[in-house]
Nanobody, 116 residues
Framework: QVQLVESGGGLVQAGGSLRLSCAAS????????MGWYRQAPGKQRELVAT???????NYADSVKGRFTISRDNAKNTVYLQMNSLKPEDTAVYYC??????????WGQGTQVNVSS
């Protein structure tokens, strides 16, 4: 089992920045990739960013150039730096960990609100 604890959400004005953190514990040796999904009210959960064990990254088109995913292996933590935030980035952000390609474990979610 892998446990994921997120932090860093909050309220920010459009154009501002936030950094989300996701600390992993447990059987982390089994993890191939980690990343973030988000879900806005009335919408489906969508993939935001992924980072693999080889540090390959992937981003949704809507966040490319604004968001950066990174990892600190010593702390077993993945970060999502979000810059130039827009009201449409408002959502609950979920950290995930994948043993293969699809998410195997989820965090509890952290709310991000961007005001216009």
């Amino acid at each position: 089992q892998v446990q994921l604890v997120e932090s860093g959400g909050g309220l920010v004005q459009a154009g501002g920045s936030l950094r989300l953190s996701c600390a992993a514990s447990g059987s982390i040796f089994s993890i191939n990739a980690m990343g973030w999904y988000r879900q806005a009210p009335g919408k489906q959960r969508e993939l935001v960013a992924t980072i693999t064990s080889r540090d390959t990254t992937n981003y949704a088109d809507s966040v490319k150039g604004r968001f950066t995913i990174s990892r600190d292996n010593a702390k077993n933590t993945v970060y999502l730096q979000m810059n130039s935030l827009k009201p449409e980035d408002t959502a609950v952000y979920y950290c995930y960990a994948a043993r293969y390609t699809l998410p195997s474990y989820w965090g509890q979610g952290t709310q991000v609100n961007v005001s216009s």
